[in-house]
């Protein structure tokens, strides 16, 4: 499977996100610098986490303005995947490529800790190593991760089949509206979750239930 790794300036998760997918593809993802204003031939865009632009403004606003967003884009357009982990999935909402926002947790304090995840949707390479409704772990870090849509676009969002993940167990750290977690857009060929299965992928990590992400989508590219 071919990478590619978008890098800003105050991206801090993207050596984990290198190491992750070197481990299950076998290969290191390209490197794609912001202001670059191509992409190379890839089957799949990782947007990985950390604090872009030291999250000034809104976390991720300026960085959905950088050059290689438009690339981003319409590479989604065409149906390649993309996906975009804390940080990746708030640019992946400032840059209109997933609906709803990602706020300020509600107890206004930043969280890193272990979250119990049910999965929502395995009918996408994202999920299909899945079972509906399986709750796995997963860690956090994050200030603002706190999911908010308007009542007419969650209505969309759970109607379409579009929350990839839910928080379970009483472990929603940041208030997020129906516990959602992570979400896809309406073609199901980007996610954008808060969670970091890349932190989980190795028994060395403490467990392994954020492999089968990668693997699900190694699995689609190869066959």
Known sequence: MKTALIQFPGSNRDRDMIAAIASVCGTSPALVWHKDTSLPDTDLIVIPGGFSYGDYLRSGAIAARSPIMEQVALAAARGVGVLGVCNGFQIL???????????RNASLKFVCREVSLEVTNVNTAFTSRYKKGQIIRCPVAHHDGNFFAAPETLAAIEGNNQVAFRYANGTNPNGSINNIAGVFNKQKNILGLM???ENLIEPAHGGTDGRALFEGLFEMVEA
């Open 195 to 197: 969670p970091h299965p």
């Open 93 to 103: 909402t400032e840059a209109g490529l997933l609906p709803g926002t990602l706020m």
